[in-house]
């Protein structure tokens, strides 16, 4: 199973930036979250997606400026981040899930991708 997290960069703050996930030998019918790490930090829960995308669930941080989706077809899951803030710098990961289940809890998660920068300037 392979995850490739993309999409990370340096914006400003109140820019955008749009993380990609894309899965291979893995079942597009397991959960896919996004979490975070920055440095000095421990890993932070960010948003969640279920298996045909019907359902997500945020951090309260980031509700109302991220948005989770997922093309199935692709086997490929999306964050679009709005309106970001300095306090949104860290390495994003995605993550699979072991069920098509939401959850918010990192040991609930299998296959883990590699990471992307993210960095906002003020």
């Known amino acids: 199973v392979q995850l490739q ?5 340096l914006v400003q703050a109140g820019g955008s930036l749009r993380l990609s996930c894309a899965a291979r030998r893995t079942s597009s019918n397991n959960a896919v979250g996004w979490f975070r790490q920055a440095p ?3 890993r932070e829960f960010v948003a969640a997606i279920n298996w ?23 086997n490929t ?15 994003y990961y995605c993550a699979a899930a072991r ?12 296959y883990w ?7 906002v300037s003020s």
């Open 52 to 74: 045909n995308g019907g359902s997500t669930t945020y951090v309260d941080s980031v509700k109302g400026r991220f948005t989770v989706s997922r093309d199935r077809t692709k």
């Open 40 to 42: 000095d930090k421990e």
């Open 5 to 9: 997290a993309s999409g990370g960069g």
């Open 77 to 91: 899951v999306f964050l679009q981040m709005n309106s970001l803030k300095p306090e949104d710098t860290a390495v």
């Open 99 to 110: 069920s098509s289940m939401l959850t918010v809890i990192p040991s609930d998660y299998r």
């Open 113 to 119: 991708g590699q990471g992307t920068q993210v960095t």
